[in-house]
């Protein structure tokens, strides 16, 4: 009886190792961009759809079938401590750095463009969500600005 309690011992040890080596690999798995932009995307649908092109973002605007208006941003000019929603308007919203106007914004069937100063998305949200949109745009710009950057910190 005295040999098995060592190697009871060592089996325990071995066995709790594996499963706290199995539980850290699977909580660590990075969140890619197309993870990130599925899950914006699913909180500014069915109206909005954005992509990210060369540092580039590009969201677009659908009444239907037909795309309404479509802005188009550098994923550098934008000012990450600025984001919020206004709950009245139900826009969820990231301003420029600066005063500066970084958002080039085509208006298809007024045949307009402009330059604003905030990239904005109409979205109905709750302080969860917020919360979540915050960190989605935050990962999804650092992964275009620092090509070393990860992180498997969920959004909600």
């Given amino acids: 009886m005295f040999r098995l309690k060592p190697i009871l011992t060592l089996r325990i040890i071995a066995l709790v190792v594996t499963i706290l080596s199995f539980r850290q690999t699977?909580?660590?798995?990075?969140?890619?961009?197309?993870?990130?932009l599925t899950y914006i995307n699913g909180?500014?649908?069915?109206?909005?759809?954005?992509?990210?092109i060369r540092g580039v973002i590009i969201a677009k605007f659908t009444e239907g079938v037909d795309i309404y208006r479509e802005d188009q941003v550098l994923c550098k000019s934008l000012d990450l401590n600025s984001m919020g929603y206004d709950a009245t308007q139900k826009v969820f919203y990231i301003n420029c750095n600066g005063t500066s106007k970084c958002v080039d914004r085509q208006?298809?069937?007024?045949?307009?463009?402009?330059?604003?100063?905030?990239?904005?998305?109409?979205?109905?949200?709750?302080?969860?969500?917020?919360?979540?949109?915050?960190?989605?745009?935050?990962?999804?710009?650092?992964?275009?600005?620092?090509?070393?950057?990860?992180?498997?910190?969920?959004?909600?």
């Fill in 107 to 156: 208006l298809f069937l007024k045949k307009i463009q402009r330059d604003y100063a905030r990239l904005s998305f109409p979205a109905t949200l709750d302080p969860k969500s917020v919360a979540g949109m915050k960190k989605a745009f935050t990962h999804m710009i650092k992964l275009v600005l620092d090509p070393k950057y990860e992180s498997s910190e969920p959004f909600e």
């Fill in 43 to 52: 909180k500014i649908s069915p109206i909005g759809n954005i992509d990210v």
């Fill in 26 to 36: 699977v909580n660590a798995q990075e969140i890619s961009m197309e993870q990130t």
